[in-house]
């Protein structure tokens, strides 16, 4: 079977083939009435050019299909996962800052100064930027204001939607 996959999420998903166990990433098929198909999928192909009108790429994978479920033309839903949830921490997108030294944050202590922290970023999610590295799951962080916060300077927080900390996703 043959698919088109935005060129972006094809770079997420030749990512996760690095990060973990290439074997650990699936590829499952659902059905049009949802369920999932019950043969595991295996990559077959990936094109090497993207198409400049659709920014998509063509790949292939290949599913058994013993009891005649796939037909050719019907309608179906890929799904890529990788077998084990993979954490991130991601934080808003107007709590970065940047420099000539690089990205940066402002993480608040117990004592309510605010300290820059370098920090190193991954891929988009939405509102929400990945930190690979440099920050620790629910550290405080400034999120409004940025731009009147110095190091060692005390800050007075406020929650937000986002709870002011650096979050997880799986």
Same mark, same amino acid.
């Given at each position: 079977?043959?698919?088109?996959?935005?060129?972006?999420?094809? !770079?997420?998903? &030749?990512?996760?083939? +690095?990060? /973990?166990?290439? +074997?650990?990433?699936?590829?499952?098929?659902?059905?049009?009435?949802?369920?999932?198909?019950? /043969? %595991?999928?295996?990559?077959?192909?990936?094109?090497?050019? @993207?198409?400049?009108?659709?920014?998509?790429?063509?790949?292939?994978?290949?599913?058994?299909? %013993?009891?005649?479920?796939?037909?050719?033309?019907?309608?179906?839903? /890929? *799904?890529?996962?990788?077998?084990? %949830?993979?954490?991130? @921490? !991601?934080? %808003?997108?107007?709590?970065?800052?940047?420099?000539?030294?690089?990205? =940066?944050? =402002? /993480? #608040?202590?117990?004592?309510? #100064?605010?300290?820059?922290?370098? @920090?190193?970023?991954?891929?988009?999610?939405?509102? &929400?930027?990945?930190?690979? $590295?440099?920050?620790? *799951?629910?550290?405080?962080?400034?999120?409004?204001?940025?731009? $009147?916060?110095?190091?060692?300077?005390?800050? $007075?927080? &406020?929650?937000?939607?986002?709870?002011?900390?650096?979050?997880? +996703?799986?």
């Amino acid at each position: 079977m043959s698919f088109s996959l935005p060129d972006r999420e094809f !770079l997420r998903i &030749m990512e996760l083939s +690095k990060t /973990v166990n290439e +074997k650990s990433v699936r590829t499952t098929l659902r059905l049009t009435d949802g369920s999932a198909y019950p /043969v %595991p999928g295996e990559r077959d192909f990936e094109d090497n050019t @993207v198409d400049e009108r659709t920014g998509t790429i063509t790949l292939r994978l290949r599913f058994g299909n %013993p009891q005649g479920l796939l037909l050719p033309g019907s309608m179906v839903r /890929v *799904e890529v996962a990788a077998s084990a %949830p993979i954490l991130d @921490v !991601l934080v %808003p997108q107007e709590a970065l800052a940047a420099d000539g030294q690089g990205d =940066y944050v =402002y /993480v #608040v202590d117990s004592e309510n #100064v605010a300290h820059r922290r370098s @920090v190193v970023l991954g891929t988009e999610s939405g509102s &929400m930027r990945q930190v690979t $590295s440099g920050l620790m *799951e629910g550290e405080r962080i400034v999120q409004l204001g940025l731009q $009147s916060v110095r190091d060692g300077m005390p800050v $007075s927080p &406020m929650p937000s939607d986002s709870n002011g900390a650096a979050g997880q +996703k799986s």
